[in-house]
């Protein structure tokens, strides 16, 4: 049998929210066995830009970086935010270690072609997450602590989304463990009823998803995440739990095959 | 016979000037076998400071380092240089992996208490470097690459002197490896003619120290440098070597028992 691995994916609200960090910390150092932490920031980075006098653009929910930008996004994620949290998590006695992409390779992405005439400038789009590598540093004991940087092995760092790190992050560790991987946002699960946050729906398979798609239970933004869930289960991550972040461990919804 | 593993100190200049970056970089990959790579960053970090309309205050060549002046120093120092670095590294072909001391718990310290009257802030004075951790990692296939900052084991960052970091990390090789410690500044080697820049001494014993002292070849800023390189290489680590950071396995000063 497989060893398990749990990889939490937190948005970087929870970061600048200090009682929602530290009860955050607690619940994911309560996690038992081996875990991976991948962070975003980016509010952080956005008042960052400001404070710099930088503008930031968002097209479709992504950062334009230019190289301006690039430097912010790389001392915010790779700097402030990462090493914030792997010194707090070491304070609760977790072995954590912070990385980007270019961190012992452990992503790899390239820099994202023109789209629909729009150029987003240093963001990756991930080509391979090395799961031996990842495998290797946790079974000596380490926590991996990842930043939404990844880098195309030509020397530039690249901006790259953090549910796309946490997804090829549990793929690529799926051959060598049981995977859960952990998604937060701003409710405790999937909801049955939109005004009511504890109709939590307990599991979702393909079959309950077509389902709820067709009687209209689930719609809009719920949409996407659970299509990329339901992705990552086909790509052999044994579960995808969407939860709130200070709800790890308690409640959610289990997204299975 | 022990390993061979080479660290090499370099300052922030350097890490600005893309002639000497591109140079450095080319001349440590091709360091063969096991090596580190310790970065500073003081430069970079005073003039994000500036944009970001703080005032940097240095005592004793020291930072003065408050809770916005950490902020930038993490940000600086763990995100834009050793990310820059590794990066830069890694499309050399070397495995960079960037470290604080937090990272792995590879250096911890702590922070210092009032020195004559003098409030440094947070700023960590190193109580122990992990050397059986960096040694798995370089055993793993790993460079890694070394920020000047480390951790106090509760919770905080701490800025950290490089020449510290890469002296302790040295140090704590050395029961592994048969260390060679390589500092870099802004001259060739320790020089017999202040006036000549090729006028560099080949080798310094305690002896050799202790003669140049007295006859007055050695004075000044040089005496505390020499110091600590004697000091390093009585804790076990096999050499010392002062040169320029362009110089790197050609010419320098080598110090040794």
Same mark, same amino acid.
């Given at each position: 049998? !497989?060893e398990k691995?749990?990889?939490?994916? $937190? /948005?970087?609200?929870?970061?600048? =929210?200090? +009682?929602? *960090?530290?009860? %955050? ?12 932490l991948v ?66 390779n ?8 023109? !789209? ?6 240093? $963001? /990756?789009?991930?080509?391979?997450? =090395?799961g +031996?590598? *990842?495998?290797? %540093? ?86 996407p ?31 299975m095959?």
């Open positions: 049998m !497989k691995v749990t990889i939490v994916k $937190v /948005g970087g609200a929870v970061v600048e =929210d200090d +009682q929602q *960090l530290e009860q %955050l910390l607690c619940d994911f150092s309560a996690i038992e066995g081996r875990k991976v962070h975003g920031g980016g509010r952080k980075a956005t008042k960052m830009a400001e404070r710099l006098g930088l503008e930031t653009q968002m097209v479709n929910g992504r950062r334009i970086t230019d190289t301006a930008m690039l430097e912010v996004v790389t001392m915010v994620y790779g700097g402030l935010v990462n090493k914030t949290l792997v010194a707090r998590l070491q304070a609760q006695g977790v072995n954590a270690l912070g990385l980007t992409g270019a961190d012992a452990v992503v790899k992405s390239h820099k994202r072609p023109l !789209k629909d005439g729009i150029d987003y400038g240093w $963001v /990756g789009d991930v080509d391979h997450a =090395d +031996q590598m *990842l495998s290797n %540093l946790i079974e000596a004991g380490i926590m991996p602590v990842m930043a939404p940087l990844t880098h195309d092995g030509e020397g530039h760092i690249l901006n790259t989304n953090a549910d796309t790190i946490a997804s090829e992050t549990a793929k690529a560790l799926a051959p060598y463990y049981d995977v859960t991987l952990i998604f937060t946002f701003e409710k405790k699960g999937v909801l049955r009823n939109a005004d009511d946050d504890d109709s939590v729906i307990p599991t979702i398979t393909h079959a309950d998803f077509e389902r709820y798609k067709a009687d209209g239970t689930i719609s809009g933004g719920m949409l995440k659970i299509e990329n869930a339901l992705s990552a289960v086909d790509a052999g991550v044994s579960r995808v739990i969407i939860t709130h972040a200070t709800a790890i461990g308690k409640t959610g919804t289990v997204i095959r």
